[in-house]
């Protein structure tokens, strides 16, 4: 299964073996009201920024938008630059959307398919093909970063 195609060996669901490309789910939707974020798994983190800029809301994502898909990302836990606040990625899904094995698309959170949603957050892809993540979104505060500099003499002398 490919969402973004970042990932390397031995996180690829099959390196000899049919591939399905899920880049056809790469719908983003935020609800305000319920402050969610519903996104395809086969965006990239690019594409789920770009939707959330103008609203003031944001999630943990992917530090690295360009090219890191939110499939893989999330499936192989999720580390975010908002992690020390926020949690993990994987901590914050709410609802999966996925095809099982037997051929049937399933919803799995905390009270519908429950067993299934525990696995989800930290069995990788080895329980189905998740199609749709939803995401807990929070108000994204203003921020302004400082790094500071200093000449690399100082380091290596």
Request: aromatic share 10%; hydrophobic share 35%; net charge positive.
């Amino acid at each position: 299964v490919r969402g973004g195609g970042h990932g390397m060996a031995p996180t690829f669901s099959s390196t000899t073996g049919i591939q399905i490309s899920m880049v056809g789910f790469s719908k983003v939707e935020f609800n305000r009201e319920k402050q969610t974020v519903t996104v395809g798994s086969g965006c990239l983190w690019d594409q789920v920024y770009r939707k959330l800029a103008p609203t003031g809301y944001n999630i943990v994502g992917g530090a690295s938008a360009d090219g890191v898909g939110v499939g893989g990302w999330l499936l192989g836990g999720g580390y975010s630059l908002k992690s020390n606040r926020r949690g993990l990625g994987i901590d914050n899904v709410i609802k999966f959307e996925v095809v099982t094995p037997d051929g049937r698309v399933r919803t799995a959170n905390l009270v519908e398919n429950s067993d299934l949603f525990q696995a989800l957050r930290g069995g990788g892809n080895n329980f189905g093909i998740v199609t749709k993540f939803t995401l807990k979104a929070f108000s994204q505060a203003r921020t302004n970063y400082v790094c500071p500099g200093f000449p690399s003499q100082h380091v290596w002398n």
